[in-house]
């Protein structure tokens, strides 16, 4: 499209990479609930694992169960954190700047990461992997860019 004067045709729709990254981000949020919700299910067994492993009146072993739970406790904070960050940057971005697509491409960064500490769970791991990789690489196009930079009216 060729015009007689400065600038470039103002996007008024997003382009489809730009909505399959959207999608991308708001599946891998999911996946962190789903996460989230896989590490409250443990937690909520904790204790009830442990005596069935007789894991009870040694306090050095419960010293030891407790640091276990401790680390579950902090991966179901981990993954909620995560879960809410996804959403909020899912909701950012009709609207938002340049920086929800910097953010985005961190998150994917980030959910690689926890795909590789979850990839025992089910396959779950892999799946967020899979579709991290290809929200940085979708996040990171001249068409998302051009979005995201667009000049709002």
Not at 41 to 56: F, H, N, P
Not at 57 to 83: I, T, Y
């Amino acid at each position: 499209m060729s015009q007689p004067y400065g600038g470039g045709p103002v996007l008024s729709e997003m382009p489809g990479i730009t909505r399959a990254a959207q999608v991308m981000l708001g599946v891998i949020a999911l996946a962190h609930v789903i996460i989230a919700g896989m590490y409250g299910y443990a937690l909520s067994k904790w204790d009830e694992t442990m005596a069935e492993a007789g894991i009870t009146g040694d306090s050095e072993a419960e010293a030891f169960a407790d640091l276990g739970k401790g680390v579950v406790v902090f991966f179901l904070g981990l993954a909620a954190v995560f879960a809410v960050l996804g959403l909020v940057l899912v909701l950012q971005y009709a609207k938002g700047g340049n920086s929800v697509r910097v953010c985005s491409i961190v998150y994917g960064s980030f959910a690689i990461v926890s795909g590789i500490f979850t990839i025992a769970a089910y396959g779950i791991g892999l799946v967020v992997m899979i579709i991290a990789i290809l929200l940085i690489v979708f996040s990171a196009k001249r068409a998302t860019a051009d979005w995201f930079r667009r000049p709002r009216y």
